[in-house]
């Protein structure tokens, strides 16, 4: 079983930029795909961003691609994913989630793990 647990997320004036953290505990996640999605009031859980298990390849939601960044540390067992040029429509509850597979890395149901969230706000 893998636990994850997000940190990072807060307040932040638009153009701002915050790092957010995914640490993984229970087992190792060197062999796991780890994707980002956020979840606005009243909206789907959408993708973000996605990171095969080296590192290698990366995906993005379109809207973010230029201002997010996606990377992993497998010697700590954490994902990150740095947000900058932060505009309010950016503003959601933000999971980070692993999987086996590296397909459907868009996907949220074939995820199986999940944290809890961390909220990011943006103001205008």
């Known amino acids: 079983q893998v636990q994850l647990v997000e940190t990072g997320g807060g307040l932040v004036q638009a153009g701002g930029s915050l790092r957010l953290s995914c640490a993984a505990s229970?087992?190792?996640?060197?062999?796991?795909?780890m994707g980002w999605f956020r979840q606005a009031p009243g909206k789907e859980r959408e993708f973000v961003a996605a990171?095969?298990?080296?590192?290698?390849?990366?995906w993005y939601l379109d809207s973010v691609k230029g201002r997010f960044t996606i990377s992993r540390d497998n010697a700590k067992n954490t994902g990150y994913l740095q947000m900058n040029s932060l505009k309010p429509e950016d503003t959601a509850v933000y999971y980070c989630?692993?999987?086996?597979?590296?397909?459907?890395?868009?996907?949220?149901?074939?995820?199986?793990?999940w944290g809890q969230g961390t909220q990011v706000t943006v103001s205008s």
């Open positions: 229970g087992r190792t996640i060197s062999t796991y795909a």
């Open positions: 989630a692993a999987k086996r597979s590296i397909v459907s890395l868009r996907v949220a149901r074939d995820y199986d793990y």
């Open positions: 990171i095969n298990w080296s590192g290698d390849n990366t």
